[in-house]
């Protein structure tokens, strides 16, 4: 889809009240044009495979939490996790990788980070040198700098509360990813 295809652009001044053709952010991150994060959401999830930076066995924490909504949604996923050889979601056991460059072909990988923004950077500086284009950067993952990094750097990143987001946190896959999934074309069955 090129950047002049919006079908379904819903006129922008409409959503924001300000600024046309700019979603409002939180203070202190940047705003990009509504479209494009919807956009590049679809662009994510085009990919054949998909990696969880940050998996965790622990099913409290989100690490955990993402990774089982991409095993729920039976698509192709690998947990990132330099510590814990196996995650097992709903009996279903998940061999891990270190880190997105010992992917086997990175560059077919779309990568949901889960880790605190002081380790997020070198993990984007590693995943954008492995070849990987697309990253979903979960909320709580980013400060501006990252985010500038994120967007600046990969051919399709989602961070932040701008574009379309349905989520009160920001770009999330458990809350706007069947929505991205459909607009992808991606076909899927639930597992629950």
């Known amino acids: 889809m090129s950047d002049g295809d919006n079908n379904e652009q819903i006129p922008r001044a409409r959503l924001t009240g300000h600024m046309p053709g700019h979603i409002k952010a939180r203070p202190g991150h940047m705003a990009k044009p509504v479209s494009t994060q919807e956009r590049e ?94 990253v979903w950067l979960q909320p709580g993952t980013f400060d501006d700098e990252v985010q500038k990094y994120a967007f600046e750097t990969f051919q399709a990143a989602l961070a932040g509360m701008e574009g379309g987001t349905q989520g009160g946190q920001g770009w999330c896959v458990l809350v706007d990813g069947e929505s991205a999934l459909e607009r992808a074309g991606r076909k899927w069955e639930s597992r629950l």
């Open 41 to 134: 959401a679809a662009t994510f999830f085009e990919k054949p495979n998909f990696a969880v930076a940050g998996a965790s066995a622990d099913e409290n924490k989100f690490g955990y939490k993402i990774l089982a909504w991409y095993h729920q949604h039976s698509l192709p996923v690998t947990p990132l996790n330099p510590k814990t050889p196996v995650i097992s979601v709903d009996g279903t056991e998940y061999k891990t990788v270190a880190s997105p460059s010992k992917l086997e072909n990175p560059e077919s990988y779309a990568l949901s980070i889960v880790t605190p923004p002081h380790i997020t950077k070198a993990l984007l500086k590693e995943a954008h040198e492995a070849g990987i284009t697309a």
